[in-house]
């Protein structure tokens, strides 16, 4: 059980959008405003996709963007394309132990 | 360019003890505050422990504390994770992670290493 909730997964044909939603709690989502999202291909580095909630940074499309509401960060990335088929998991910082908590992952499917 | 390239995964039996490392380069080391999570096989990540750029300040996740010590070493641009008593529960790939001075955040990863506790 993740302490962060993600969707299992997602799909999407290329140039639509999709949006990935990562629920937390009023500790860590709700609490702050560093909640960071991260693109992963299995067996290589996680890469940073977003960070403080809706901040890209430099080289990530701005196809990429994030969002808060609550204890609910979402990431959407519009215009698909077939190189953004990966898995998708949030991070939040929470203050206090345990300090950084995470998403289960979602896989993106590009049809 | 930032990279990060962990090693020292492998297969333990239960009760052994394995000695991750994490070499990084492309930023001065000693400024940054650095982190272990790791991924159980089906399970989502799990904050495992952190060090301060000072290599003194250090925190654990209650699963590992006791067990698991960080430390790292500013002349070899290293930090390590040093796991005793392994349990089948440890088996995960680890990830180290650099912390931002930015934000409160992790901005770069490794691309892990697994550790099997298996007899």
């Known amino acids: 059980q993740s302490a962060l909730t993600q969707p299992r997964s997602v799909s999407g044909s290329p140039g639509q959008s999709v949006t990935i939603s990562c629920t937390g709690t009023s500790s860590d989502v709700g609490g702050y405003n560093y909640v960071s999202w991260y693109q992963h291909h299995p067996g290589k580095a996680p890469k940073l996709m977003i960070y403080?909630?809706?901040k890209r940074p430099s080289g990530v499309p701005d196809r990429f963007s994030g969002s808060k509401s609550g204890n609910a960060a979402s990431l959407t990335i519009s215009g698909l394309q077939a190189d953004d088929e990966a898995d998708y998991f949030c991070?939040?910082?929470?203050?206090?132990?345990?300090?950084?908590?995470f998403g289960g992952g979602t896989k993106l499917t590009v049809l | 360019e930032v990279q990060l390239l962990e090693s020292g995964g492998g297969l333990v039996q239960p009760g052994g003890s394995l000695r991750l490392s994490c070499a990084a380069s492309g930023f001065t080391f000693r400024n940054y505050a650095m982190t272990w999570v790791r991924q159980a096989p089906g399970k989502g990540l799990e904050w495992v422990s952190s060090?301060?750029?000072?290599?003194?300040?250090?925190f654990y996740a209650d699963s590992v504390k006791g067990r698991f010590t960080i430390s790292s070493d500013s002349s070899k641009n290293t930090v390590f994770l040093l796991m005793n008593s392994l349990r089948a529960e440890d088996t995960a790939v680890y990830y180290c992670?650099?912390?931002?001075?930015?934000?409160?955040?992790?901005?770069?990863w490794g691309q892990g290493t697994l550790v099997t506790v298996s007899s």
């Open positions: 060090i301060d750029g000072t290599g003194i300040v250090t």
């Open positions: 403080d909630v809706n």
């Open positions: 992670a650099k912390q931002s001075t930015v934000t409160k955040l992790h901005d770069y």
């Open positions: 991070s939040s910082y929470a203050g206090t132990y345990p300090y950084w908590v």
